[in-house]
């Protein structure tokens, strides 16, 4: 048995008052947050100086008291640790050299050569699980093979689908190749992550929405299961979070094809809608739309409310449909707090 109420949740306890952390809490909606990326200078140096990225992951936390702490990084360290250039554009987001033929896949460093670039996330880990309260639940992540394919084949976000489509297209065993190399490495990092400490891990699938048919089934599903049934296999008992955004009909039986114990769901899907076909198999984890975080109000307090009533038949863990924008008012958050804990 364990105090943390998250734990609880994804063991799928159906509790009085959903624990609750949102995506992205740590980020430029916080003074503390814009302060600290001053001080490392620019994003990659936050990400791979565990002191800071420490800090930031812990902010929310002493601010808000959240019930989970994610660590801070970014979905595409696993992809520069396999070779590639990232950087990022100020105002424009993250810069990759591209990956899109069969040279390329096979030009990339072996799942195993990845720990040397991120020993310094594994270091934010080990300190967190030393600094979190000890009610906190510490989450290690991931982006999913599809999604961090996107970027690698594109070089960057904008269309960054289009890419990846042709090139599975142009050849689809190459890039099937690259899927595997980044669900090997995803395997390692998540592994890693869970021996310096996090409880719980989540893939973030942020275009998965892109997929349809067979494609969807390949290139999200198949992924997703062998690296939860591997992550699995080395650490058993670890709660594994699944985030396949946009996924609509196909949140369906999510968590039973791939073995996840709880599914995040972005705010396309209703919450009444996810209970009746999406809780029925365990924990579910959402949904509220994070343009309420800005505009606030009575409308946030109700629809905080009204997401709590439509999960409150099983274990539900409360975020919103996607991550908490910059623009979003802290004050809504501890309103949010209020609205779900009463």
Known sequence: MTDKTLLRALNGETLPVPPVWLMRQAGRYLPEYRATRARAGDFLKLCYTPDLAAEVTLQPIRRYGFDAAILFADILLI???????????????????????????????????????????????????????????????????????????????????????????????????????????????????????????????????ALKGPDFEDFCVAPIARIIAEVKARHPGIPVIAFPREAGEAYVGFARKTGADCVALDNSVSADWAAAHVQVDGCVQGNMDPALMVTGGEALTREARRICKAFAGGPHIFNLGHGITPDADPDNVHRLLEAIRG
């Open 79 to 209: 992809g520069q640790a396999l070779g590639a250039d990232l950087w990022f554009e100020t105002g424009e987001g993250p810069r990759m050299s591209t990956v899109t033929d069969a040279a390329g896949v096979a030009a990339l460093k072996p799942a195993d050569a990845i720990h040397d670039t991120l020993a310094p996330v594994y270091e934010t880990v080990r300190i967190l699980s030393r600094e979190l309260p000890r009610e906190t639940t510490l989450i290690g992540f991931a982006g999913a093979p599809w999604t961090v394919a996107t970027y690698m084949v594109a070089g960057r976000g904008k269309d960054g689908q289009a890419g990846a489509h042709a090139m599975k297209a142009a050849d689809r065993a190459a890039f099937q190749a690259l899927i595997d190399r980044l669900s090997e490495a995803t395997v390692e990092y998540l592994s890693a992550q869970i021996d310096a400490g996090a409880e719980v891990v989540k893939l973030f699938d942020s275009w998965a929405g």
